[in-house]
């Protein structure tokens, strides 16, 4: 079978240099002397802050990258612009694992058929956005125990109070007449699947962001207990195409889990449902595009249309200036379209493969097994426990 290639694109920017604000981007805390100097240097959009030395665990010549999705919900293009492009753009110059987390997931209740059939096209959808399985490692969490075993170890070292802060879990408890403790836990599972392979890059959305705040907390905390034995990770937040909004309600951004019919266009929609919903898209009271003037709505097409095209502000610019909104609407659609329809073709193809998905899984979660149980090795050597 051909092996699922790069889609075409350029590079891309949000709509007319109109960055975002605020972003931090910190270098790696050092607890104690022990632990080496911090490298820093730029790749793309990323600032990249490591730590190169860790005598007691095993480093490659690349810098470990990880990252993740939970297989719950349909993956979107703003799934595609903010992650799976960037994990493509960043996998031949790092040590790049991406993992399926379903672990996470099941802080609510799923269906166990659907989920495992979720698992299956997360991992698909990961090969054909352009993921090489000989470049990378594609792995489900739950199939590396050491996730769940290093994930207690560090509960018993993280103050409630920290979990209890977490922006994400007092959003979810204000719902809920009652919690699982899953979702307050949630974090702390977040960190040990950081953690266990010593990853130096951790590329992550803003919602996220303060997850990885705790997960640096928790390996300093760890560390200046017990000694020198985690890497602390430093932020990358993508500057590109990291926050595609939702169609149906611009001041969202694009969620898997929100249930608008007309909120997202999933990487399988076929191309009648994505111009229908891209027509549907909320915009603003002007009859046009004006740069000056324009809401929310208009933005996040404009920047979609870039994202995928690669166009330049200039050429953003003289194209769509005036435009009226049936009109930008129809070019984004088809914008969309157009890059969506070969990777569909990709996806068909290696779901259609017998015994693919399950082989690039097992050689993934093979080759980071070692990694993640020498890491728990050495954190139940340093507790006391039983080795």
């Not at 994990?87 to 379903?102: A, G, L």
């Not at 702390?188 to 640096?216: K, N, W």
Request: charged share 20%; aromatic share 6%; with cysteine.
């Amino acid at each position: 079978m051909d092996q699922a290639r790069l889609l075409p694109l350029g590079p891309s920017a949000n709509a007319l240099s109109r960055k975002r604000e605020g972003h931090q981007h910190h270098t790696p805390i050092q607890p104690r002397e022990a632990i080496a100097a911090v490298d820093q240097f730029f790749h793309g959009d990323f600032e990249i802050a490591y730590d190169k030395g860790l005598s007691s665990l095993p480093l490659t010549m690349k810098t470990r990258v990880f990252s993740g999705m939970q297989p719950s919900g349909n993956l979107h293009i703003g799934n595609y612009l903010g992650a799976l492009k960037n994990w493509v753009r960043i996998q031949n110059d790092y040590e790049c694992i991406f993992c399926i987390v379903d672990l996470h997931a099941i802080t609510l209740y799923q269906d166990p058929a659907e989920l495992r059939a979720r698992i299956r096209e997360m991992a698909a959808l990961y090969l054909a956005a352009g993921i090489d399985p000989q470049q990378c490692s594609i792995m489900v969490q739950s199939a590396v125990a050491a996730h769940a075993e290093l994930a207690w170890m560090l509960t018993c070292v993280t103050p409630v109070g920290w979990l209890e802060r977490m922006t994400q879990y007092k959003a979810k408890a204000a719902k809920q007449e009652s919690v699982g403790d899953g979702i307050l836990q949630y974090p702390v599972l977040m960190a040990a699947d950081i953690l266990l392979y010593q990853a130096g890059i951790v590329p992550v959305g803003e919602d996220q962001a303060q997850h990885l705040e705790l997960t640096r907390d928790i390996a300093q905390r760890f560390n200046s207990v017990y000694g020198d034995t985690f890497v602390v990770p430093g932020t990358s937040l993508p500057s590109v195409g990291a926050r595609i909004m939702g169609l149906d309600d611009p001041t969202q951004k694009m969620s898997k889990s929100a249930e608008g019919t007309n909120h997202a266009v999933a990487l399988l929609d076929p191309p009648d449902r994505i111009r229908k919903t891209i027509m549907r898209a909320t915009t603003d009271s002007q009859p046009a595009v004006d740069l000056n003037n324009a809401g929310p709505g208009v933005l996040n097409l404009l920047a979609i249309y870039q994202a995928f095209g690669g166009a330049s502000d200039e050429e953003m610019k003289a194209r769509f200036i005036g435009m009226r909104y049936g009109e930008l609407k129809k070019q984004v659609a088809e914008m969309v379209i157009a890059h969506l329809e070969p990777f569909q073709q990709r996806f068909r193809q290696i779901t259609a493969e017998p015994g693919y998905l399950a082989g690039v899984l097992r050689a993934g979660a093979e080759r980071v097994a070692p990694i993640a149980n020498r890491t728990v090795q050495v954190v139940k050597e340093r507790m006391g426990l039983y080795t």
